[in-house]
């Protein structure tokens, strides 16, 4: 059973008329997804791959009972479009625009937690539960319907250990990007808990990265999970102080450090996995 989304959720692409948002649509489409409605103030009544365009979010509430927003609206923008498609009853919304401002970000997370909205991202890859749905940006090959459940702070490192799951004929629940800024919706917390109730999901991948402290969370969590969970932490060899691609992968003043995340993961019973291609070694040996 997957977490968050189905193929049964409805889906409005803010953005939908711009380069990324209608390339991004089109694959969402071939994948499965049901993409029920666009927006683009200014463009309502155009189609884009077959798919109505409206002025508003509200608008594709309430003509295409839309329940899940993904944002490909540039950052300056982005708080606005996450306001509206919140205000219009959105209860999970999908940021994949990166370079929000920082204050901007904390105002749009204020506002999902207030009205209890699931927000995933900013500057996220997305969500695909596998065979089922995808709202964001990853690739349609990688994924197979199976038994695990993945996490990840980085998106191109999140497609390979899919991938060599898939490989390996080992399949996926739900596969989630938190994002890669320093502030994000949802933390690995959050997730685990809900991998940890899903009946499908056997077992969980976490792929982290240096900065902050969500994968030392996340361990204290894990003790008390009941599934296993594999770990791969990015950035060894990070030089303190320098952002490494994420704005959220630095080291400052010793906080965030890859060792500290890996003893913590280790310390919960966390098998952390020295180089990618280990996870799914890990991961076929732990559902034998």
């Known amino acids: 059973m997957a977490i968050l989304i189905n193929k049964d959720t409805r889906v409005v692409v803010q953005g939908i008329t711009g380069k990324q948002g209608s390339f991004h649509t089109r694959e969402m489409v071939n994948y499965g997804t049901n993409i029920v409605a666009g927006v683009t103030p200014g463009r309502g009544g155009m189609e884009i791959e077959g798919i109505t365009v409206y002025d508003t979010v509200a608008e594709a509430v309430e003509q295409r009972q839309a329940d899940a927003s993904v944002i490909f609206v540039p950052a300056p923008l982005a708080k606005e479009a996450a306001f509206e498609a919140i205000y219009a009853g959105i209860k999970t919304i999908v940021i994949v625009t990166e370079h929000i401002p920082f204050h901007d970000t904390l105002q749009i997370i204020s506002y999902t937690q207030k009205n209890g909205v699931v927000q995933i991202g900013p500057n996220t890859f997305g969500i695909c539960s596998a065979g089922q749905a995808k709202i964001g940006i990853p690739p349609n090959s990688i994924f197979t319907p199976g038994p695990v459940g993945v996490v990840s702070r980085s998106g191109t ?12 004929g080992i399949g996926q629940t739900t596969c989630l990007g938190l ?4 502030v994000v919706g949802l933390s690995f917390v959050d997730i685990l808990k809900m991998f940890e109730k899903d009946n499908e999901t056997r077992a969980v991948v976490l792929v982290g990265e240096i900065g902050g402290r969500q994968e030392e969370d ?10 296993p969970v594999v770990g791969y932490i990015a950035g060894k060899s990070a030089p303190p102080g320098k952002r490494m691609g994420h704005a959220g992968a630095i080291i400052e003043r010793g906080a965030g450090g890859f060792n500290s995340k890996v003893e913590s993961l280790k310390q919960a019973g966390v098998k952390v996995a020295e180089i990618p291609s280990q996870v799914a070694d890990y991961i076929a040996d732990l559902l034998k």
Do not use: F, W
Request: net charge positive; charged share 25%; hydrophobic share 35%.
């Open 157 to 168: 490192l999140t497609y390979e250990i899919v991938s060599n799951l898939s490989t390996r």
């Open 179 to 182: 994002g890669g800024d320093r």
């Open 218 to 227: 996340a361990a204290i969590y894990i003790k008390s999970m009941t599934k």
